[in-house]
């Protein structure tokens, strides 16, 4: 007779370095980058795996999103414009004024999902490419990009619901 694979039902959890857990094992590459592209965050701070009708709670340490890669367009050493590459597999423009910085040092930018505001933290390599932009200001940070600086807040996990412009 047939037996069937039975999956033990463990949390699912990610890490503030981007490693994707089940229970305390690392998920294979191919799950863990399924999982990437299912996350919803919900407005009370919590997220969730969202596959097909399937819906599992997602235990996230800091982060749910995280910035891999910076895509920097720059003209004599001045930065004119940023793109993040992301975690769940999207490229978009940084939004400079949602930069925020952790007690760690971590750095972090706001994503718009599925109508709120999510921080994605950035990875070691995108953080140090960025950082060449960045100087200090009084007791913080900002970031120089476009002719502008952008304040870097401090960091706040908890996310907003994106408002209308209309």
């Known amino acids: 007779m047939a037996r069937l694979l039975e999956v033990e039902n463990l949390p699912i959890s990610v890490t503030r370095h981007d490693e994707w857990l089940h229970g305390g094992t690392p ?39 995280f910035v891999r890669r910076v895509e920097l367009d720059e003209a004599a050493g001045e930065l004119r414009a940023a793109f993040v590459h ?18 760690d040092h971590a750095l972090y930018c706001r994503l718009v999902r599925h109508g709120l505001l999510v921080p994605a933290r950035f990875l070691a390599t995108p953080y140090h490419a960025l ?18 600086r952008w304040p870097i807040a401090a960091f706040d996990p908890a996310p907003r619901v994106v408002r209308s412009s209309g």
Do not use: K, N
Not at 86 to 103: F, I, N, V, Y
Not at 131 to 148: D, I
């Open 27 to 65: 998920l294979h590459p191919r799950v863990a980058e399924l999982f990437m592209r299912s996350v919803v965050p919900r407005a009370d701070g919590t997220y969730i795996l969202e596959i097909g009708f399937d819906e599992q709670p997602l235990h996230v340490e800091v982060a749910a999103f």
């Open 86 to 103: 992301l975690s769940d597999g999207a490229r978009e423009p940084l939004r400079p004024e949602t930069l925020e910085q952790g007690d």
């Open 131 to 148: 950082a060449a932009h960045v100087e200090p200001v009084g007791e913080r940070f900002a970031l120089r990009l476009a002719g502008r």
